[in-house]
């Protein structure tokens, strides 16, 4: 199975000040014949489902503020966040789909600082 | 707009079975991969399978491998999570989720808001 780490376990930051989250898969999850990597990131806040930010590493979804940018590539992601936002108070997930199981990292926590 | 309504969660005891049911609205249910992803209380996010948009494909989870099969019905726009055999372990929030493609290779774009599964004696 693809392992996925992620750091800081949690962070705390500044408003207005730049977040960043690592993600590091055990494989690449790059797949050669789209050269797409299989890598996503999701956002849950308290008491509600995840929601997709980025896929394909670096695709942010639509209606996704264009704060929240993704990067990075073989076994190795950043979720960035370059002006953090009250409401950004949140636990973010990366998951590879590159190969069953589509696993998940733990988590990291972002609260303001 | 997409709704994913998650049913059939419940207190079951161990080796006990229960059928977890999603309905699917708002897009072509027969165009998107569709999956189960669980989250204990207080814990992070746990894949536990996906299927294709045709149904032709599935994968799962280790931990569920063997005693969870997933399935769906196109003509009700309905999704399935058959469970047999929990486990403790198996106690979480289990939320039914659209892919972002036909395909089982796919992130997830909607989610429905869970149903809970408590395993104990």
């Known amino acids: 199975d693809i392992v996925m780490t992620q750091s800081p376990d949690s962070l705390a930051v500044s408003l207005g000040e730049r977040a960043t989250i690592n993600c590091k898969s055990s494989?690449?999850?790059?797949?050669?014949?789209?050269?797409?990597?299989?890598l996503g990131w999701y956002q849950q806040k308290p008491g509600q489902p995840p929601k997709l930010l980025i896929y394909?590493?670096?695709n942010r979804e639509s209606g996704v503020p264009d704060r929240f940018s993704g990067s990075g590539s073989g076994t190795d992601f950043t979720l960035t966040i370059s002006s953090l936002q009250a409401e950004d108070v949140a636990v973010y997930y990366c998951?590879?789909?590159?190969?069953?199981?589509?696993?998940f990292g733990p988590g990291t926590k972002v609260d303001i600082k | 707009e997409v709704q994913l309504l998650e049913s059939g969660g419940g207190l079951v005891q161990p080796g006990g079975s229960l059928r977890l049911s999603c309905a699917a609205s708002?897009?072509?249910?027969?165009?998107?991969?569709m999956s189960w992803v669980r989250q204990a209380p207080g814990k992070g996010l746990d894949w536990v399978s996906v299927?294709?948009?045709?149904?032709?494909?599935?994968y799962y989870a280790d931990s569920v491998k063997g005693r969870f099969t997933i399935s769906r019905d196109t003509s009700k726009n309905m999704l399935y999570l058959q469970m047999n055999g929990l486990r403790a372990e198996d106690t979480a929030l289990y939320y039914c989720?659209?892919?972002?493609?036909?395909?089982?290779?796919?992130?997830?774009?909607?989610w429905g808001q869970g149903t809970l599964v408590t395993v104990s004696s």
């Open positions: 394909w590493a670096s």
């Open positions: 998951q590879q789909y590159y190969k069953s199981p589509f696993t």
């Open positions: 494989q690449s999850v790059l797949y050669n014949s789209d050269n797409r990597h299989y």
């Open positions: 708002g897009f072509t249910f027969s165009d998107y991969a």
């Open positions: 299927i294709n948009n045709s149904g032709g494909s599935t």
């Open positions: 989720s659209r892919g972002r493609t036909s395909s089982s290779y796919s992130t997830v774009d909607y």
